[in-house]
Nanobody, 115 residues
């Protein structure tokens, strides 16, 4: 099983980034997919979740209206479009796959929002 995040980097406040998470080794379309983030000294927090078919999404209050989670089950990939980025969005972003008691994690990609 592999979850490989990409798309992180340095961006100025107000800018945008699109994160991708490529999945392999399991039946992607059966899993809820989520993005989490963790800043230094803080706990890992849920950012956004999407259901297996992509029909429903949920977001943390701090990112509602700015971030959009989506998935392409044909490509086994989940995305996080991040707009209007703020310095407080700086964190390592992790991809998560979950089905019942099964849980997979990627290694994360660093997003830094700074001028």
């Amino acid at each position: 099983v592999q979850l490989v995040e990409s798309g992180g980097g340095l961006v100025q406040p107000g800018g945008s980034l699109r994160l991708s998470c490529a999945a392999s080794g399991f039946t992607f379309s059966n899993y809820h997919m989520s993005w989490y983030r963790q800043s230094p000294g803080k706990e890992r927090d849920l950012v956004a979740t999407i259901t297996p078919t992509g029909g429903s999404t949920n977001y943390a209050d701090s990112v509602k209206g700015r971030f959009t989670i989506s998935r392409d089950n044909a490509k086994n990939t989940v995305y996080l479009q991040m707009n209007s980025l703020k310095p407080e969005d700086t964190a390592v972003y992790y991809c998560n796959a979950r089905r019942l008691v099964v849980d997979f994690w990627g290694k994360g990609t660093l997003v830094t929002v700074s001028s």
